[in-house]
Nanobody, 125 residues
Framework: QVQLAESGGGSVQAGGSLTLSCVASGDTSSSYCMGWFRQAPGKEPEGVATLDTEGRTSYATSVRGRFAISKDNAKNTQNLQMNSLKPEDTATYYC???????????????????WGQGTQVTVSS
């Protein structure tokens, strides 16, 4: 079992930045593919970014070039640096981990079995 806990959400103006963090605890001895998802009210969950155990990253088209995912293995933490935020980035952001090192469809929530409680990001215009 792996427990995930996000932090770092908040309210910013458009053009601002936020950094989300996700700390993993529990059985972190194995390597897991980890990612970030977001869900806005009335919308389906959207894959934002992923980082597999080989260090390969993938991003949603809507955030590529503005967001950066990273991981600190020593601290069992993954981060999502979000720059140039837009009102359409407003959502609850979730940290997720798969049960294996690589997933075929990183953007598919069904590929992940561990989820954090979510942290709210609100971007005002």
């Amino acid at each position: 079992q792996v427990q995930l806990a996000e932090s770092g959400g908040g309210s910013v103006q458009a053009g601002g930045s936020l950094t989300l963090s996700c700390v993993a605890s529990g059985d972190t001895s194995s390597s897991y593919c980890m990612g970030w998802f977001r869900q806005a009210p009335g919308k389906e969950p959207e894959g934002v970014a992923t980082l597999d155990t080989e260090g390969r990253t993938s991003y949603a088209t809507s955030v590529r070039g503005r967001f950066a995912i990273s991981k600190d293995n020593a601290k069992n933490t993954q981060n999502l640096q979000m720059n140039s935020l837009k009102p359409e980035d407003t959502a609850t952001y979730y940290c997720a981990a798969a049960s294996r090192a690589y997933v075929a469809r990183w953007y598919d929530p069904d590929e992940y079995i561990y989820w954090g409680q979510g942290t709210q990001v609100t971007v005002s215009s």
